[in-house]
T-cell receptor
Framework: KQEVTQIPAALSVPEGENLVLNCSFTDSAIYNLQWFRQDPGKGLTSLLLIQSSQREQTSGRLNASLDKSSGRSTLYIAASQPGDSATYLC????????????FGKGITLSVRP | DGGITQSPKYLFRKEGQNVTLSCEQN?????MYWYRQDPGQGLRLIYY???????QKGDIAEGYSVSREKKESFPLTVTSAQKNPTAFYLCASARNGGLPTLADTQYFGPGTRLTVL
């Protein structure tokens, strides 16, 4: 059974710092991996989607990488801002699983002014 | 505006009652999903539907029921058989519920917070 792990559960950094959020998964037979953002009491917003054949995706200050063989993904946030404070969730789509997502528990990020 | 709507935003239920959570999308997506989110637990899949008039159980379907009579709508009923229903419920949709296609991400609604009194 696919398991997705995100450690640590919470992270606090000063504004302006570059930071990396980690995600690991146990089964490398994935179709894609997604990073989502969730603000308190809100739904999820998709940030980046990486297909299994890709190694990274970039959007603005965000860069996500994927290493299928090692079962790892990282979300890099450059020049962090207080507005980046949220919970970041990683999710994988398992090959042949009809688009079902398996989520990690998320990392709650706090960026201090 | 295109998107997914969920109602109500907050819902209170007495023990022994069934309640229905609404999820509507106007994105013309084939697939729709229901997730439950508990503190420290991440999201868990309850039910999903890849096409109208068809749906499958997810990982935690016991105590829940769904219907998919219209492409735009995927209501979730929390029955009295669900022993611990207090949670945040999220609905999502995706363009293609079959084999994943390029850039086939799931789009989420704003959620419904259900509390059992």
């Amino acid at each position: 059974k696919q398991e997705v792990t995100q450690i640590p559960a919470a992270l606090s950094v000063p504004e302006g710092e570059n930071l990396v959020l980690n995600c690991s998964f146990t089964d490398s037979a994935i179709y894609n991996l997604q990073w989502f953002r969730q603000d308190p009491g809100k739904g999820l917003t998709s940030l980046l989607l990486i297909q299994s054949s890709q190694r990274e995706q970039t959007s603005g200050r965000l860069n996500a990488s994927l290493d299928k063989s090692s079962g790892r993904s990282t979300l890099y946030i450059a020049a962090s801002q207080p507005g980046d404070s949220a919970t970041y969730l990683c999710a994988v789509t398992i090959t042949g699983a009809n688009s079902k997502l398996t989520f990690g528990k998320g990392i709650t990020l706090s960026v201090r002014p | 505006d295109g998107g997914i709507t969920q109602s109500p935003k907050y819902l209170f239920r007495k023990e022994g009652q069934n309640v229905t959570l609404s999820c509507e999308q106007n994105l013309n997506h084939d697939a729709m999903y229901w997730y439950r989110q508990d503190p420290g637990q991440g999201l868990r899949l309850i039910y999903y539907s890849q096409i109208v008039n068809d749906f499958q159980k997810g990982d935690i379907a016991e105590g829940y029921s769904v219907s998919r009579e219209k492409k735009e709508s995927f209501p979730l009923t929390v029955t009295s058989a669900q022993k611990n229903p207090t949670a945040f419920y999220l609905c999502a949709s995706a363009r293609n519920g079959g084999l994943p296609t390029l850039a086939d991400t799931q789009y989420f609604g704003p959620g419904t917070r259900l509390t059992v009194l």
